[in-house]
């Protein structure tokens, strides 16, 4: 069993950084695949980034992809959102989560552990 805390999240300015973290306890997250997804309100949970096992592959939804960069540090166990050149539709609670068999997984079924999720707030 994995569980996620994520931290990082705020209030921030159209084109600033953020980086989010996702703290997992216990070994077993070196086994898991794993991805971000958010949530804005009023609209469904989508999506937005996905790493392999060793960190090798990325995914990343097209609203994302040449803005956001996902990593993760397996010594540390922990997987990162770096986020540039926000954007006020980028507003959103951010998950991370955990997936038991499948690498780069797009749909929200293919998680099996989450995290209670980070605010993300992007003025105009």
């Known amino acids: 069993q994995v569980q996620l805390v994520e931290s990082g999240g705020g209030l921030v300015q159209a084109g600033d950084s953020l980086r989010l973290s996702c703290a997992a306890s216990g070994r077993a997250f070196i086994n898991y695949p794993m991805g971000w997804f958010r949530q804005a309100p009023e609209k469904e949970r989508e999506f937005v980034a996905a790493?392999?096992?060793?960190?090798?592959?990325?995914y990343y939804s097209d609203s994302v992809k040449g803005r956001f960069t996902i990593s993760r540090d397996n010594a540390k166990l922990t997987v990162y959102l770096e986020m540039n050149s926000l954007k006020p539709e980028d507003t959103a609670v951010y998950y991370c989560?955990?997936?038991?068999?499948?690498?780069?997984?797009?749909?929200?079924?293919?998680?099996?552990?989450w995290g209670q999720g980070t605010q993300v707030t992007v003025s105009s």
């Open positions: 989560a955990a997936s038991p068999v499948f690498e780069g997984a797009t749909q929200i079924y293919n998680y099996e552990y």
């Open positions: 790493i392999s096992l060793s960190g090798a592959r990325t």
